[in-house]
């Protein structure tokens, strides 16, 4: 009796521990691993900041970083408080001036402060979502065509090695050159400087879509393309209704692949165009050349690789509720 | 069979080249076949000797470079659901429930002449017959290999086939799963009459199921080497044929012909003597 007591009580416990070590692990790779990589690189970057001396002044260390960081947000605010007193402002004047004339059109004139480091990241965000999109939606038709048509696919491959190693920055000057001649309006619905960043992310975003959708589409399974046979499927439901749903997981890998090159390549056009957004942000604070400069385009830095991470998840998220294979592991 | 019926499906002078860098590969040659309505074919022979192809050259995945084959007396040369298939890995779509695998097939063939609901019931009319209708709302890697099958069949049966061409369909399954799917098998085509050409491996199968055995030659330049009636009384039950001294002469008689006529591989003693033959010479 005693033993079988002991027995049971021993097996109990070891049941505790295994519940226990394994909630240990979990805790071990989910937070404390990652905590102590972030605590060593934070360590090192202090370190490491202490002994470069550029002629900016020290190197900035994280402590520094996050201060400037409190004062790009703290700077938002106070501008968008002079936006909002700006635009209070205009009103009463047009109130005013419409008491004493009712025939008075009342101007609304835009406010035309200093964008802020969270106004250019919007507009990178935006400049980003445009030029993937519009690549998107060249490269997977274009893609399905490729995987196909095999005659389709000669023509097109020699084009395709041809132009994805091209750089974004070749690409630059001849699109804003070409954006400068074609897009000509006296009222643009947008920037000229927005078009030609968009259009470089876009030239850019095609080749990696376009080039895993075409395997992805070409190597479907031989027994589903007899059952699209034997059906006689048209065109259009064979590509609906075979060829889409088993080439998602391939056309979202060149997805995935064409947003992180996109958001990079965003970065440096805007950096050597001038164009709105972080890398300009980056540029204006390098020349600026104030003690905080370092400082503030570390912020940027870290900021870049924080969106770039985010569109990242964004886009398995979606390929998570657009993929028939719910079990696929999504990495 | 009756000689009226006789001409359903006429395989005439049927052979196909492959061309390889080494030339033309021919696969088949003078394959000769008249199919009756409803009747039940097996086509036996060992790997690779073209088994697959007469298939698809029925179904028109391939086309035939000699010769040519009538369905009531027209040429076939295209794929279509009048000649269904039941593919060997059940090729059903993994993103679809085995409903909607169903319904893409029935959608298909009678867009137009039914109305949704009778598409509705026709469907699961189809699913009842192979079983599977507890099962309608899951998707192919939720069900097993049997079920797999099962639906992969009812698939081709809402089609309304003239022709069910099953590339052995059981091949991958388990012993007893498959005596119970060839049980189901022998049911539907009772009760529906289907023309069925099935490729196979299994003698005990092609016995059971069949009216007639084609059996096959060794590849290349394969063709038929003979065909037996089986004509044992339907519906046929495995347990009471297994005693029944003409099941096993029928059994004995495809089984002479693969590994007696038509044998493939050496038998074990024989090779060996040749490799010690050979051994010896080395030595010498």
Same mark, same amino acid.
């Given at each position: 009796?005693?033993?079988?007591? +002991? @027995?049971?009580?021993?097996?109990?416990?070891?049941?505790?521990?295994?519940?226990?070590?394994?909630?240990?692990?979990?805790?071990? +790779?989910?937070?404390?691993?990652?905590?102590? $990589?972030?605590?060593?690189?934070? /360590?090192?970057?202090?370190?490491?900041?202490?002994?470069?001396?550029?002629? =900016?002044?020290?190197?900035?260390?994280?402590?520094?970083?996050?201060?400037?960081?409190?004062?790009?947000?703290?700077?938002?605010?106070? &501008?968008?408080?002079?936006?909002?007193? /700006?635009?209070?402002?205009?009103?009463?004047?047009?109130?005013?001036?419409?008491?004493?004339?009712?025939?008075? &059109?009342?101007?609304?004139?835009?406010?035309?402060?200093?964008?802020?480091?969270?106004?250019?990241?919007?507009?990178?965000?935006?400049?980003?979502?445009?030029?993937?999109?519009?690549?998107? =939606?060249?490269?997977?038709?274009?893609?399905?065509?490729? $995987?196909?048509?095999?005659?389709?696919?000669?023509?097109?491959?020699?084009?395709?090695?041809?132009?994805?190693?091209?750089?974004?920055?070749?690409? @630059?000057?001849?699109?804003?050159?070409?954006?400068?001649?074609?897009?000509?309006?006296?009222?643009?619905?947008?920037?000229?400087?927005?078009?030609?960043?968009?259009?470089?992310?876009?030239?850019?975003?095609?080749?990696?879509?376009?080039? +895993?959708?075409?395997?992805?589409?070409?190597?479907?399974?031989?027994? =589903?393309?007899?059952?699209?046979?034997?059906?006689? @499927?048209?065109?259009?439901?064979?590509?609906?209704?075979?060829?889409?749903?088993?080439?998602?997981?391939?056309?979202?890998?060149?997805?995935? =692949?064409?947003?992180?090159?996109?958001?990079?390549?965003?970065?440096?056009?805007?950096?050597?165009?001038?164009?709105?957004?972080?890398?300009?942000?980056?540029?204006?604070?390098?020349?600026? $050349?104030?003690?905080?400069?370092?400082?503030?385009?570390?912020?940027?830095?870290?900021?870049?690789?924080?969106?770039?991470?985010?569109?990242?998840?964004?886009?398995?998220?979606?390929?998570?509720?657009?993929?028939?294979?719910?079990?696929?592991?999504?990495? | 069979?009756?000689?009226?019926? *006789?001409?359903?499906?006429?395989?005439?002078?049927?052979?196909?080249?492959?061309?390889? #860098?080494?030339?033309?590969?021919?696969?088949?040659?003078?394959?000769?076949?008249?199919?009756?309505?409803?009747?039940?074919?097996?086509?036996?022979? !060992?790997?690779?000797?073209?088994?697959?192809?007469?298939?698809?050259?029925?179904?028109?995945?391939?086309?035939?470079?000699?010769?040519?084959?009538?369905?009531? %007396?027209?040429?076939?040369?295209?794929?279509?659901?009048?000649?269904?298939?039941?593919?060997?890995? !059940?090729?059903?779509? #993994?993103?679809?429930?085995?409903?909607?695998?169903?319904?893409?097939?029935?959608?298909?063939?009678?867009?137009?002449?039914?109305?949704?609901?009778?598409?509705?019931?026709?469907?699961?009319? %189809?699913?009842?017959?192979?079983?599977?209708?507890?099962?309608?709302?899951?998707?192919?890697?939720?069900?097993?290999?049997?079920?797999?099958?099962?639906?992969?069949?009812?698939?081709?049966?809402?089609?309304?086939?003239?022709?069910?061409?099953?590339?052995?369909?059981?091949?991958?399954?388990?012993?007893?799963?498959?005596? !119970?799917?060839?049980?189901?098998?022998?049911?539907?085509?009772?009760?529906?009459?289907?023309?069925?050409?099935?490729?196979?491996?299994?003698?005990?199968?092609?016995?059971?199921?069949?009216?007639?055995?084609?059996?096959?030659?060794?590849?290349?330049?394969?063709?038929?080497?003979?065909?037996?009636?089986? *004509?044992?009384?339907? #519906?046929?039950?495995?347990?009471?044929?297994?005693?029944?001294?003409?099941?096993?002469?029928?059994? !004995?008689?495809?089984?002479?012909?693969?590994?007696?006529?038509?044998?493939?591989?050496?038998?074990?003693?024989?090779?060996?003597?040749?490799?010690?033959?050979?051994? *010896? %010479?080395?030595?010498?």
């Amino acid at each position: 009796m005693l033993k079988t007591a +002991n @027995l049971s009580k021993v097996t109990v416990l070891e049941i505790k521990t295994a519940v226990n070590t394994d909630f240990a692990k979990k805790i071990n +790779n989910l937070l404390l691993l990652p905590l102590i $990589g972030l605590a060593v690189f934070m /360590f090192l970057w202090h370190v490491a900041a202490k002994n470069i001396d550029t002629s =900016l002044g020290q190197f900035p260390g994280p402590a520094q970083v996050l201060e400037q960081a409190h004062t790009l947000v703290d700077a938002h605010f106070v &501008e968008r408080e002079k936006a909002d007193a /700006f635009y209070l402002r205009q009103e009463e004047r047009n109130a005013a001036r419409l008491a004493q004339d009712p025939t008075y &059109e009342a101007k609304i004139r835009p406010y035309t402060g200093k964008p802020t480091f969270f106004d250019q990241i919007w507009t990178s965000l935006y400049t980003v979502m445009v030029g993937f999109i519009i690549a998107s =939606l060249i490269a997977v038709p274009l893609g399905i065509l490729c $995987g196909l048509s095999q005659p389709a696919y000669a023509a097109i491959n020699p084009l395709i090695q041809l132009f994805k190693p091209v750089s974004p920055l070749a690409w @630059l000057p001849l699109v804003t050159m070409v954006v400068s001649a074609l897009y000509v309006s006296d009222d643009p619905l947008f920037s000229k400087s927005f078009l030609t960043s968009a259009f470089t992310v876009s030239l850019c975003c095609l080749w990696p879509t376009l080039v +895993n959708t075409a395997v992805g589409v070409s190597g479907i399974n031989q027994d =589903l393309l007899n059952v699209s046979k034997v059906l006689t @499927l048209s065109k259009w439901s064979h590509i609906r209704k075979i060829v889409l749903p088993s080439s998602i997981p391939m056309i979202f890998t060149g997805l995935r =692949l064409s947003l992180g090159i996109g958001w990079m390549v965003l970065i440096a056009a805007e950096m050597l165009a001038q164009n709105p957004g972080l890398g300009k942000f980056v540029w204006d604070e390098f020349q600026n $050349g104030s003690s905080d400069s370092l400082a503030r385009i570390m912020v940027a830095v870290l900021v870049i690789g924080m969106i770039g991470f985010i569109l990242d998840r964004l886009m398995l998220t979606i390929q998570g509720y657009v993929s028939w294979d719910k079990s696929a592991v999504l990495r | 069979m009756n000689t009226l019926t *006789d001409k359903h499906l006429e395989l005439t002078q049927v052979g196909i080249e492959f061309p390889t #860098p080494k030339g033309p590969f021919c696969a088949l040659k003078e394959v000769n076949l008249k199919i009756a309505k409803g009747e039940f074919i097996s086509l036996i022979g !060992h790997s690779g000797c073209g088994k697959s192809t007469v298939l698809n050259i029925v179904a028109g995945l391939h086309q035939a470079t000699q010769g040519g084959v009538l369905l009531d %007396n027209k040429e076939v040369n295209q794929p279509g659901p009048e000649r269904a298939v039941v593919f060997q890995n !059940h090729s059903l779509l #993994p993103w679809l429930t085995a409903y909607q695998n169903v319904e893409l097939a029935v959608k298909q063939v009678f867009q137009g002449k039914m109305n949704k609901a009778e598409m509705k019931d026709w469907i699961n009319h %189809n699913l009842e017959l192979v079983h599977m209708t507890h099962a309608a709302d899951k998707r192919p890697d939720e069900i097993s290999g049997g079920m797999k099958q099962r639906v992969g069949i009812a698939r081709a049966l809402a089609m309304q086939p003239k022709i069910l061409l099953m590339d052995e369909p059981f091949g991958a399954l388990d012993a007893l799963t498959r005596a !119970h799917l060839q049980d189901s098998l022998m049911e539907i085509h009772a009760d529906l009459g289907n023309t069925v050409i099935m490729i196979t491996h299994d003698v005990d199968e092609a016995v059971l199921l069949s009216d007639r055995i084609v059996m096959m030659t060794n590849g290349p330049s394969a063709t038929v080497g003979e065909i037996l009636n089986v *004509d044992l009384a339907r #519906p046929r039950d495995r347990l009471a044929l297994a005693d029944q001294p003409e099941y096993n002469h029928y059994r !004995h008689q495809v089984l002479k012909f693969l590994y007696e006529k038509q044998r493939k591989i050496e038998p074990v003693s024989a090779k060996k003597k040749s490799q010690l033959k050979s051994g *010896d %010479n080395q030595v010498a």
